[in-house]
Structures are given as C-alpha cells and as structure tokens.
C-alpha cells in the first residue's frame, strides 16, 4: 500500500526534474540490480517498497528514446552535475 509520507518523498525528488519529461524514467533497486523504466509515480513508489526502500534510485534523466540513425540515446539538458572537491 502507497502511503501518504512514500508521495511526499517522492514529490521532492521529482520536483528537481523538469516536470514536461517526469515520466519514462529509469529506476534501480536493490531486488532490480538493473536499470528498468517507470511510467508513473505511483509504480516507481511500489517498485521502491518491493523493494523496502533499500538502494532506490532515479535518474536525473528521463527515458528518452533512442535516434536510431545514429544509435545514440538523447537526453534533454535540464540538470547539471557539477562535483567540487
């Protein structure tokens, strides 16, 4: 069961993402030692409590669909990793 607190946690990672592209994205999980697409929050919150919320992560960026002509996945530039040390 989805509670109220998962959408909530959820929401404020989603909401450092462009809201246009939320959805496909990728996930893993630590009983996924893969990555696999979500399409919605709720099955990315149910995929995290098959889970138990332990080792879940989403990519920054969505699944966006391969140019086949050229065999490269492209990705919109809506977040910046920058690493300071």
Same mark, same amino acid.
């Given at each position: 069961?989805? +509670?109220?607190? #998962?959408? $909530? !946690?959820?929401?404020?990672?989603? %909401? #450092? &993402? =462009?809201? =246009?592209?939320? &959805?496909?994205? +990728?996930?893993?999980?630590?009983? #996924? @030692? %893969?990555? &696999? %697409?979500?399409? @919605?929050? !709720?099955?990315? $919150?149910?995929?995290? $409590? !098959? @889970?138990?919320?332990?080792?879940?992560?989403?990519?920054?960026?969505? !699944?966006?669909?391969?140019?086949? +002509? #050229? *065999?490269?996945?492209?990705?919109?530039? *809506?977040?910046? &990793?920058?690493?300071?040390?």
């Amino acid at each position: 069961m989805i +509670k109220y607190e #998962h959408r $909530i !946690d959820v929401d404020l990672i989603l %909401s #450092h &993402f =462009n809201q =246009n592209y939320l &959805f496909p994205r +990728k996930i893993m999980t630590k009983k #996924h @030692s %893969s990555q &696999f %697409s979500v399409y @919605s929050r !709720d099955e990315l $919150i149910q995929r995290c $409590i !098959d @889970s138990d919320f332990l080792d879940c992560r989403i990519n920054a960026y969505p !699944d966006y669909p391969k140019w086949e +002509k #050229h *065999n490269i996945v492209r990705y919109p530039p *809506n977040f910046i &990793f920058i690493d300071l040390d």
